[in-house]
């Protein structure tokens, strides 16, 4: 079955700008989560959704949101672009959050801020 | 809050086993996780642990885990040069839905 897919795979923005990353989940999978990877902070929860609702947020500023549709599919945004930004976002698949059967991940999605 | 930790580095001869450390703080972890991540890529799970157990077996790889200690280690035996990569150990539980990562162990392998 195809895996988690993550579009654009590439990305670069100018500081001020907005972006909105997309993530397909797997068939039947409910629940997305996102995470940042940076080489200062390694890899930080972003949020996790599951069936539209965010049911969890980690520690960023509100210049992050996201939000999930009724196929589950769910797109992150990030609001007036800062350097720091910069980043691998990735985005997990589960079946309910739970972490019985794992998380799968995408390819991410590598955002450059300039 | 929760935490998890790693050392940065380890480096094998080709055929050897690898051990990958980690150690986490959260009492009310529920499954432990090991994921591989290989440049330019996301992250590949390798296998999990249910905290209630004590040891895994997945074909070239091993999982161990010592709660009391919050301890989990990662065996990979006859390593390859494939295997080199960045290994992620992580936990979560039920209730925080979501994974804490350690910072990774850069696997390096020697021919």
């Known amino acids: 079955k195809a895996g988690v897919t993550q579009t654009p795979r590439y990305l670069i923005k100018t500081r001020g700008q907005q972006v909105t990353l997309s993530c397909s989940p797997i068939?039947?999978?409910?629940?997305v989560s996102w995470y940042q990877q940076t080489p200062g902070q390694g890899l930080q929860f972003l949020f996790e959704?599951?069936?539209?609702?965010?049911?969890n947020k980690g520690n960023f500023p509100g210049r992050f949101s996201g939000r999930q549709f009724s196929n589950s599919r769910s797109e992150m945004n990030v609001s007036t672009l800062e350097l720091g930004d910069s980043a691998l976002y990735l985005c997990?698949?589960?079946?309910?959050?739970?972490?019985?059967?794992?998380?799968?991940f995408g390819s991410g999605t590598r955002l450059t801020v300039v | 809050g929760e935490d998890v930790e790693q050392s940065l580095f380890l480096s094998v001869r080709e055929g050897d086993s690898s051990v990958i450390n980690c150690t986490y703080t959260?009492?009310?972890?529920?499954?432990l996780y090991w994921y591989k991540q290989e440049p330019g890529a996301g992250l590949q799970l390798l296998t999990y642990?249910?905290?209630?157990?004590d040891m895994k077996q997945d074909q070239r790889l091993t999982v161990l885990l010592n709660k009391k200690d919050k301890h989990l280690s990662l065996r990979i035996a006859d390593t390859q040069t494939g295997d080199s990569a960045i290994y992620f150990c992580a936990d979560s539980d039920t209730g925080r839905r979501a994974l804490t990562f350690g910072s990774g162990t850069r696997l390096q392998v020697q021919p």
């Open positions: 068939s039947g999978h409910r629940s």
């Open positions: 959704y599951f069936s539209e609702t965010q049911r």
């Open positions: 959260d009492s009310s972890s529920t499954y």
């Open positions: 642990i249910f905290s209630n157990m």
């Open positions: 997990a698949s589960s079946l309910d959050g739970q972490g019985a059967a794992g998380y799968t």
